[in-house]
């Protein structure tokens, strides 16, 4: 089935710091989710990107699909301690007897220091 | 509107033991999916459910059967569990494929 590689696996920052984390594909994605989960609660849509070189903005959250819709990040600037929690990236796969399954990659888990 | 409802939140099984997770939305989406979530693994399709009726296979079924018995519910079940079992179990729905998936609260599971 379709596969998504999520880096890093883990990423400390201090308050204030900006934070990115990156979702690559070995095939070309027809689109590309982001969820965020905070510790001890569930996943949480945030967006959801189509297009290639789509950019889309959430106050300080900026999400990019590549050129090639074979890699996607979610970007955070200024980080605030609610920023906390596990982002992931989600795929459905696309044809064939996978269709439709939303396969998620392995997360990143973000701490901030106050 | 309630979303997605999962019971129990927390169950201790033994091992050996059966038992069944349930889900219900009340959003009337098509597609239907269980989870497990486990440290430093992610989330991790087990079943799907495309419509009523449908089911297919995730990344790690074994162990495990759903069901699909109308367009509110998806249940998953435990016939015979073991400690590798033991994680946290979430179910999720989305109006069609490529949307976006509304999930539950979560089961903790430990089977001993």
């Known amino acids: 089935g379709q596969q998504v590689m999520q880096i890093p696996q883990y990423q400390h920052v201090q308050e204030g710091e900006d934070f990115t984390t990156y979702c690559n594909s070995s095939?070309?994605?027809?689109?590309i989710q982001w969820y965020k989960q905070r510790p001890g609660g569930h996943p949480v849509f945030l967006i959801q990107?189509?297009?290639?070189?789509e950019v889309k903005k959430q106050k300080r959250l900026t999400f990019q699909f590549g050129e090639a819709k074979k890699n996607s990040s979610l970007h955070i600037t200024a980080t605030q301690t609610t920023d906390v929690g596990t982002y992931f990236c989600?795929?459905?796969?696309?044809?064939?007897?996978?269709?439709?399954?939303?396969?998620f990659g392995q997360g990143t888990i973000l701490t901030v220091h106050p | 509107n309630a979303g997605v409802t999962q019971t129990p939140k927390f169950q201790v099984l033994k091992t050996g033991q059966s038992m069944t997770l349930q889900c219900a939305q009340d959003?009337?989406?098509?597609?239907m999916y269980w989870y497990r979530q486990d440290p430093g693994m992610g989330l991790r399709l087990i079943y799907y459910s495309a419509s009523e009726g449908t089911t297919d296979k995730g990344e790690v079924p074994n162990g495990y059967n759903v069901s699909r018995l109308n367009k509110r519910e998806f249940s998953l079940r435990l016939e015979s569990a073991a400690p590798s079992q033991t994680s946290v179990y979430f179910c999720?729905?989305?109006?069609?494929?490529?949307?976006?998936?509304?999930f539950g609260q979560g089961t903790r599971l430990t089977v001993v």
């Open positions: 990107l189509v297009k290639s070189g």
């Open positions: 095939t070309t994605l027809s689109n």
């Open positions: 959003m009337n989406h098509n597609s």
């Open positions: 999720a729905s989305s109006e069609r494929d490529n949307t976006e998936a509304f």
């Open positions: 989600a795929v459905a796969n696309a044809g064939g007897t996978s269709y439709g399954k939303l396969t």
